[in-house]
Structures are given as structure tokens and as C-alpha cells.
């Protein structure tokens, strides 16, 4: 059948077929040409439901990605509708991940020698655009959307995270009217948003007087400032305040950040003369002289052989640590010093003016621990006028009933402090509490109450001396039992 002189342009046209020529093979006027056509065969129509094909743009990004969406969203609304990107074949060349190629590598890829121009090199800008339109910046990269907002509509925009710039607000007229409007919408991160932008851009001195009416303002400001680490600014901003006491404080937290314990006490010497309030003065000055002592406790314990350093070696410095535990090291390791010494209990009770109850407590624990209930005795026993010693306690006797046991005291320690508590249900409840026996029969047999003595027989080894004592209490007729 003849072919039509159409069909045979058309056939001899084709990429793969070319024409007897005299130049080399290789020459690069021939291989731009069927480039060329390799480029117009790919202007098919393929079926959109073909898994096996992928959109790709002239950037070489599936059309489905986010970068290309946007782009061509941008170009759609700029130039209306465009020519169809055509599909190119994954199926033997590119992967389903193919964001990372482009035509030009497709084409290089098939080609021979390996050695002719990209696609983007081969053909004029004019060329290009007939398959690839511009894809022109979106609305947002020409033109600032922003920049016509208000005050109150900028901070309403921030509120709802949405884009806002700050920038635009040049003048301090502008930018006080944001921080007000700001404050008038009661968001902290607004107002700390909008603080941050007037720190940058304005002087310190002006935002320091301009803060003075903004109490709300101003309280946002100095968190941020405390959160942010910005002691000196914040120690500027005080003091133009008027706020000594508290700036005196903002300056004295600075020693928690020092490691060394020499830099820090001189660091707190220092602060003695800044100006606190006549409480924070004492407690300033209560520090010092404490990480002063600690320090001269500390180089003089760290080469001592003492026993008790032998018995018990110790398993943390004492540098600063609180009174209290200083108190509890120093009843420890260093207990009937005299008074002379830094490291005495009392030297230390008396510096820092510590309570009797407290002092009580702390040296109760660090001789029960000891095991040494002799000291325990001499921290209760009292004389009276006429010589007699009689033990008593700020603590109540009950409280060291329980530190005692804690500390694995023996019965006979338990139920002499037993004894001691005066109200005789308490007393019941810890002889129970902690098995002493014998206080448990004698308080039943005070109280007549022979059931309860029957209950608790069965609680006692037999034969032992508090059975045998339950057993003549209750045969004992003279009793009048109350049940």
C-alpha cells in the first residue's frame, strides 16, 4: 500500500532513523538534532491511571511534591491555564524517587559517547518555554502582605499564628502602641514577642522609662530577662527602677552558677555591701560565714586520722551543704569540741543562732547513729533546783521515740523514752507500735482492763518473764477489773 508523502516525513523524522551524511557520527550539530526530536516525542497523551508513569517538571521534581504545588499554584493564578507537563516513563530509567533527576540526565543517560550539552545548554530560552512555562515567585515573595496592618491587627495575627513583621513599626509612637495593644489582648507570648523586637530596636534607656507605666509590660519583661540569663541587663533595669533590694538580690544569685568555692566566697564578701533588705542582709552574711567555716572544716577534715575518720570515713565533702546538714556533720565527727573551735556543735549553734528544737533533732540523729546512748541521755537530762535530774524534751518524746527505733535503738533505750510521754494513749499506741512489753502490761493493769490483758497473752512467748508477769496480774484478786 503507497504511504501518503505525510506519513513518510513522518517516518523518516523519527529519532531512531537518520539520514546518509558525510560528517562524523559524532558530529554536535547531529546530536543536538536528535536531541531535539527525542524531546519532541515525548509530547504524547498518556493515560492518567497508568501506575507506571510519573509527573515530572523541568526542575526534575515529581509534580506532586510540595516545592512544585506551590509553584505552580503561584504560576496558575499569575498566567491562567497552561500547557500539561508531560509524563515521562519510570519504569526502566527513574525510580519512584526520582525528585533527584532531570531530563538532562534522562538524555545523558542514552546517550552514547556521554558527551553532549544538558538539555537546559541545548536549546534556546525560547525552546524551553514552549514545554516548560516560567514558573513565576508566589504573591508573597513581590510584595509584603503585611506591611498595611495596624497595630491591633498585627497582635491579632500573632495571637493567631499567623504571619505578621514587626519591622514596619519604625517609629517609638508606632512601636508603643503595638506593646499597649499588645498588653490590652492578655497574651504573655504576644507581649513577650513584641518586648523582644522594642529590646532590639530600641535603646535601653528609653525602654527602661517607657516600661516604668507598663506594670503588666514590665513583669513580662523582667521574666524573660530572669529566664533568658540576662542578669546584668536585668540588674540595669532594676536599678533605673528603683528597685535596689531586688537588684541587690538578681546579683547575689549569681554565686550558684560559681564552681570554685574560694571565688565564691569572695564573691558573697562583695555582695555584704549591696543593698538588701535588713533580712536578706542577715542571710547574705549567715552564708558567707558558713562557706567560710565549711571551707576551714573542710582542708583541716581531709587530712585528719582521727578515729572516728577510721570508723567512719566520710562520703561527701562538706562544701556548701546547708546549716543544718553542717550542723549534723559537725555533731557527727566533731561532737564536745570546745565552744573555740569553727567546727564545734555549739560554736556552730550559737554563730548561727539555732533553735533548741532544731539543734535537738540534728544531734539526736548523729549520735543515735553512733549508737551512742549516753550522748542521747545527756541531750535530755536537766537538773532542778535541788539537784535532781530529770530528762526532758522540746520535741516531745514521742518524736524521739520514732528517731530511736529508726536508728535500730535496743528495747531497753524504746521503752525508757516511752515512759517519758505523758499522754497515756500515745504511750499505749508506741508501746504497741514498737512491741515494749512490759509498758503495754503495766499500762492495762493501771487501766483495769483485764480483756485487753487476755488479748494479748497469745502476743507473748511463753514462759518468758512478761508471760509469767500477765499471768500474776491476772490471777491477782485484789485487782477490781473494770471488765
Known amino acids: 500500500m503507497t504511504r501518503s508523502k505525510l506519513e513518510d516525513d ?36 498518556v493515560d492518567d491511571e497508568d501506575d507506571n508513569f510519573e509527573k515530572v517538571s523541568w526542575s526534575g521534581e515529581p509534580v506532586g511534591s510540595i516545592s512544585w504545588s506551590v509553584k505552580e499554584t503561584a504560576s496558575s493564578n499569575r498566567s491562567g491555564s497552561e500547557p500539561c507537563f508531560p509524563k515521562i ?121 517607657e516600661l516604668m507605666s507598663r506594670d503588666v509590660a514590665l513583669h513580662h519583661y523582667v521574666h524573660y530577662l530572669k529566664e533568658m540569663g540576662e542578669q546584668k541587663l536585668l540588674v540595669e533595669l532594676l536599678k533605673a527602677l528603683g528597685r535596689t533590694e531586688d537588684m541587690a538580690l538578681v546579683q547575689y544569685k549569681e554565686n550558684l552558677g560559681m564552681k570554685d568555692e574560694g571565688r565564691r566566697r569572695d564573691f558573697l564578701k562583695s555582695c555584704l555591701s549591696l543593698p538588701f533588705s535588713q533580712d536578706d542582709a542577715t542571710h547574705v552574711q549567715d552564708h558567707y560565714t558558713l562557706l567560710e567555716r565549711q571551707i576551714i572544716i573542710e582542708a583541716s577534715d581531709k587530712k585528719s586520722d582521727g578515729e572516728i575518720f577510721k570508723r567512719f570515713p566520710r562520703k561527701a565533702s562538706i562544701l556548701n551543704m546547708p546549716i543544718i546538714t553542717t550542723l549534723y556533720y559537725s555533731c557527727f565527727y566533731h561532737y564536745g569540741e570546745s565552744e573555740g573551735t569553727y567546727s564545734s556543735p555549739a560554736n556552730i549553734r550559737k554563730t548561727f543562732r539555732i533553735s533548741e528544737k532544731q539543734y535537738i533533732l540534728t544531734a539526736l540523729g548523729a549520735r543515735a547513729k553512733l549508737r551512742l546512748w549516753f550522748d542521747v541521755d545527756s541531750l535530755f537530762n536537766t537538773k532542778n533546783w535541788l539537784g535532781y535530774t530529770k530528762k526532758k524534751s522540746p520535741i516531745g518524746f514521742h518524736k524521739v521515740v520514732d528517731i530511736l527505733h529508726k ?65 500474776e496480774i491476772l490471777s491477782n484478786g485484789q485487782i477490781r477489773w473494770k471488765n
Open 10 to 45: 513522518e517516518y523518516w523524522n523519527r529519532s531512531k532513523l537518520k539520514a546518509f551524511t558525510f560528517d562524523d557520527e559524532d558530529d554536535e550539530f547531529s546530536r543536538l538534532k536528535e536531541s531535539k526530536r527525542a524531546v519532541n516525542s515525548l509530547m504524547i497523551d
Open 89 to 209: 516513563d519510570t519504569t526502566s530509567s527513574l525510580s519512584k524517587q526520582g525528585s533527584g533527576y532531570s531530563l538532562s540526565s534522562l538524555f545523558r543517560a542514552k546517550s552514547k559517547s556521554g558527551g553532549f550539552q544538558s538539555f537546559s545548554e541545548s536549546f534556546s530560552e525560547t525552546s524551553i518555554r514552549t514545554y516548560a512555562p516560567e514558573l513565576r515567585k508566589p504573591k508573597s515573595d513581590r510584595k509584603d502582605f503585611v506591611s498595611d496592618l495596624s497595630p491591633e491587627e498585627t497582635v491579632r495575627r500573632m495571637q493567631k499564628g499567623r504571619a505578621y513583621s514587626l519591622e514596619k513599626f519604625r517609629s517609638l509612637q508606632d512601636k508603643l502602641l503595638l506593646l499597649d495593644e499588645a498588653v490590652a489582648l492578655y497574651d504573655g507570648n504576644v507581649i513577650t514577642a513584641v518586648l523582644i523586637y522594642l529590646k532590639k530596636s530600641l535603646n535601653k534607656d528609653i525602654l527602661f522609662r
Open 407 to 471: 536508728n535500730n535503738a535496743p528495747i531497753s533505750v524504746l521503752q525508757e523514752y516511752v515512759n517519758l510521754i505523758d499522754d497515756t494513749e500515745v504511750k499505749l499506741s508506741m508501746a504497741l507500735k514498737y512491741k515494749c512489753h512490759d509498758i503495754v502490761i503495766n499500762t492495762y493493769r493501771d487501766l483495769k482492763d483485764r480483756q485487753q490483758l487476755v488479748v494479748y497473752v497469745p502476743k507473748l512467748e511463753r514462759d518468758s518473764v512478761e508471760y509469767r508477769k500477765v499471768q
